[in-house]
């Protein structure tokens, strides 16, 4: 039975030497270390989408039907805006991502950003990393209230990303999610890396607030990840969606990890489309 599958989190390697472009740099090295840590069988498999064709057939052969491609702009790396829209435009297997970050931009642009990738470059969503900025920040620092309160209003998701590689796990603060959505109810937030490891609290979080989603991508398969399946097959099965992070790691595999963890089959529709195509307003 095909399936259609939605995938949160995508990369291809040709963005950046840091999704591993490059042999024999440490982007690369590092996206190699990254696939072991995750359980990848191999620590190589992304070199093949160093260009656009094979990572579209790397999507194709996983049974990816889509792809989130998820841009950055952090004070260590900016994959911007128009990078993403140029290589998902026409491109039906690519859904793109916009990112900003209010600590480089100054708010007034960042907003004006948010703006201009929601309205011109039809990116279905804005990323943001506030614990990757310099200073670190967490998810509810008034800084980025305005940008959740312009995102609330255009009714777009903000995706929150966090998880063990953050700088300072400090800033790997699952209450700090729920200050959010507490303040922003209308707002949904989408959690990647799932906030792990702190797998409990930000279950909890999203128990509380409904409008807060969890996307584990790669630490889904990490210890002590189980609990996200048990939630998301009882009171999160509306909250909770597939990822790969790739590059980091191998689709196929990922796809064939994720559909053996024992889902239930009422909720495995949801989390592997569903629940992706509601919260971005994509066409059935």
């Given at each position: ?179 959010v959505a507490r303040h922003f109810p209308q707002l949904p937030i989408i ?79 949801r989390v592997l489309h569903a629940n992706a195509t509601r ?6």
């Amino acid at each position: 039975m095909h399936r259609k599958i939605i995938d949160m989190r995508s990369r291809p390697a040709f963005l950046d030497d840091f999704y591993g472009a490059t042999p024999g740099t440490p982007g690369h090295a590092t996206a190699q270390w990254l696939n072991r840590r995750t359980g990848s069988r191999s620590d190589t498999h992304f070199e093949r989408s160093c260009t656009l064709d094979g990572y579209l057939v790397a999507l194709q052969e996983a049974g990816i039907t889509q792809a989130v491609v998820v841009g950055r702009e952090t004070p260590g790396l900016t994959v911007d805006n128009d990078r993403i829209h140029a290589l998902t435009r026409g491109q039906a297997a690519l859904i793109g991502l916009g990112s900003v970050d209010p600590q480089t931009r100054g708010i007034e642009a960042a907003l004006a950003e948010v703006e201009r990738s929601v309205k011109r470059l039809g990116q279905k969503a804005i990323n943001l990393e506030p614990g990757f900025g310099k200073p670190a920040l967490q998810a509810d620092d008034p800084l980025y209230h305005p940008i959740y309160e312009l995102c609330q209003s255009l009714q777009v998701p903000v995706c929150l990303m966090s998880g063990p590689t953050t700088p300072d796990l400090a800033y790997n603060d699952p209450s700090a999610v729920g200050r959010v959505a507490r303040h922003f109810p209308q707002l949904p937030i989408i959690c990647y890396h799932g906030f792990y490891p702190r797998v409990q609290e930000i279950i909890g979080v999203a128990f509380r607030y409904e409008n807060v989603h969890l996307v584990p991508d790669m630490y889904l398969f990490a210890p002590g990840s189980q609990a996200y399946v048990e939630a998301a097959n009882g009171v999160l099965r509306e909250q909770f969606l597939f990822g790969t992070s790739y590059p980091f790691r191998e689709m196929t595999q990922t796809v064939q990890d994720f559909m053996a963890l024992g889902w239930k089959d009422e909720v495995l529709e949801r989390v592997l489309h569903a629940n992706a195509t509601r919260l971005l307003r994509l066409a059935e």
